[in-house]
């Protein structure tokens, strides 16, 4: 399955649930999938492997049912900012004391 195959799926779930997903409320549905990004951090701070796996997916789940509801060809979308970022410069935007060591 595509993933943007998969993101119409996951719309189609959510809409059957009773969920609503439309741009006019966009910005909750943004700050649940930061929700979820915290509920993986969190995850990580207790080693927790089985739940920081299982919030990644619950972001990535919120995340195609934006894209199915909102009809964005992800794997056009995500294509095309690699191409952008693979013209970017090594370490694009840091500067050479910010290295992790």
């Given at each position: ?33 930061v ?6 951090a969190?995850c990580?701070r207790?080693?927790?492997r ?18 199915g509801?909102?009809?964005?060809d ?13 013209k970017?410069?090594y370490?694009?935007?840091?500067k ?6």
């Amino acid at each position: 399955m595509s993933m943007n195959e998969l993101a119409k799926e996951i719309a189609k779930w959510r809409k059957e649930k009773g969920f609503v997903t439309t741009w006019d409320n966009m910005l909750e549905k943004l700050m649940l999938v930061v929700s979820e990004v915290s509920e993986a951090a969190e995850c990580y701070r207790n080693d927790d492997r089985k739940g920081f796996n299982e919030e990644i997916a619950d972001i990535f789940i919120r995340l195609f049912d934006i894209c199915g509801t909102l009809n964005i060809d992800i794997e056009r979308e995500i294509g095309k900012k690699m191409e952008k970022n693979r013209k970017r410069p090594y370490r694009h935007g840091k500067k050479m004391g910010d290295v992790v060591k």
